[in-house]
């Protein structure tokens, strides 16, 4: 399987983007959004099961929404009133089988 994440970029704070993340084939398993700020360990911001259930991290509730189309293949994280804290390059991620399968990740970017 193979991810691929688009739609970072530079914005300021306050502002949106959406994040994409495409995979080769449907996936039936959870899906998941992780961040890497400069310096900081990898974090789990978002993550969304095949029925669409999904949970975001604290710091993210309320300003981000996590979504997933009806084919399982492409998941989406919405962003909204963004903080330059939310600077991070940000991966798509999903477990098979016990397998680990990456996105390369999108940098997002918001000035103060």
């Known amino acids: 399987v193979q991810l691929q994440a688009s739609g970072g970029g530079l914005v300021q704070a306050g502002g949106s983007l959406r994040l994409s993340c495409t995979a080769s084939r449907s996936i039936f398993n959870q899906m998941n959004w992780y961040r890497q700020a400069p310096g900081k360990q990898r974090e789990l911001v978002a993550t969304i099961t095949y029925g669409g259930r999904s949970n975001l991290a604290d710091s993210v509730k309320g300003r981000f929404t996590i979504s997933r189309s009806d084919a399982g293949n492409t998941v989406y994280l919405l962003m909204s009133s963004l903080k330059p804290e939310d600077t991070a390059v940000y991966y798509c991620?999903?477990?098979?089988?016990?397998?680990?399968?990456w996105g390369q990740g999108t940098l997002v970017t918001v000035s103060s």
């Open positions: 991620n999903t477990i098979i089988t016990g397998a680990a399968y």
